[in-house]
């Protein structure tokens, strides 16, 4: 959530200095100059305690991906004796993409205490102590003679929990779609490493397979381009090419979608849930943040075949 609205206060110094610093950075923010609003904040902060200030600057460090100073300057803000509420949330947010879900349930109860009708909290409350309890749920069952292979359920493997967890979350459910995904958009999904990584290639070379297979032939801009083209006989090609702050999307959802380059509507209608969930710092909510502004224009992501 961001604060553009600032308040001028502060230390002994120069109001009227400060006041400029606020303006340029406000300027620069507005037309996508993400560096030089930083530049400005900081400017601003030497001269001024106030905590929107503060509080602007670290939402653009942590926009931009300087998440630990963005950590540090949350953590100040919430420290204060009235703490600032959008703080707590943002900080909440980022405790648990860390996997820090305890400290982020106390940030988030601190502010549904405060504020029992703050609907963000409440929603984000949900997710992470959702996430506190996730397991992993056997789904398998016998495999019926009549499948083919790419129907095989991937736990049907032995698998690690955390590969099975993140697997499950981003609605990997059968060989087929593995085939479906690259190595690199597997490396993006939230709590996936590098041994997930290794366990799931070695699962799929035993049968003779590898990720990304199923793309072969056309490419992954090529299975875009016949998605875009099939989306362009159900909504106008300029609704397609609207960049994606057109929908207004939260500060959790456009970071998600900025980690999968996706700029414009017709770009993210094309993708699968498969591919959202589990992106750094997505989830339910977002998810059906996402599902709602689409459906708004007459779109909605894209269904596994």
């Known amino acids: ?74 953590t100040e803000l919430t420290n204060n004796k009235k703490p600032h509420v959008n703080a707590l949330v943002n900080l909440a947010v980022i405790c648990e993409d860390r996997g820090e879900f305890l400290r982020a349930e106390r940030l988030l109860i601190q502010v549904v205490d405060t504020d029992p009708n703050h609907s963000r909290a409440r929603l984000f409350l949900k997710d992470v102590q959702a996430s506190k309890h996730m397991q992993v749920e056997s789904e398998g069952g016998p495999i019926g003679l009549g499948n083919a292979i790419l129907d095989t359920p991937v736990t049907d493997f032995e698998l690690s929990v955390r590969a099975r967890n993140c697997l499950k979350k981003m609605q990997i459910r059968t060989l087929g779609d593995l ?29 003779g397979l590898r990720l990304g297979q199923g793309l072969d032939g056309q490419g992954k801009s090529g299975v875009r381009k016949d998605i875009l083209d099939e989306l362009k006989s159900i909504v106008p090609e300029t609704t397609l090419n609207k960049p994606i702050s057109a929908l ?30 589990g992106v750094k710092n997505f989830g339910a909510t977002s998810l059906h943040e996402i599902r709602e502004r689409l459906q708004q224009h007459g779109l909605s992501l894209r269904q596994l075949s």
């Open 179 to 207: 085939l479906k995904i690259t190595e690199a958009e597997l490396l993006s999904y939230k709590n996936f490493g590098e041994q997930s990584l290794v366990e799931i290639k070695a699962m799929l070379s035993t049968k």
């Open 1 to 74: 959530m961001s604060g553009l609205d600032t308040v001028i206060g502060g230390k002994a110094g120069n109001p009227e200095a400060v006041k400029k610093h606020v303006a340029e950075a406000v300027r620069l923010e507005k037309a996508r100059d993400r560096d030089g609003a930083v530049q400005q904040y900081r400017a601003a902060r030497e001269l001024s305690d106030d905590q929107s200030i503060t509080f602007n600057l670290a939402y653009l460090l942590d926009l931009g991906g300087e998440e630990n100073e963005a950590v540090a300057l949350y």
């Open 248 to 277: 207004e999307l939260s500060v959790r959802a456009r970071k998600a979608l900025q980690l999968l380059n996706i700029g414009s509507i017709g770009e993210l209608a094309s993708r699968t849930e498969a591919e959202l969930m």
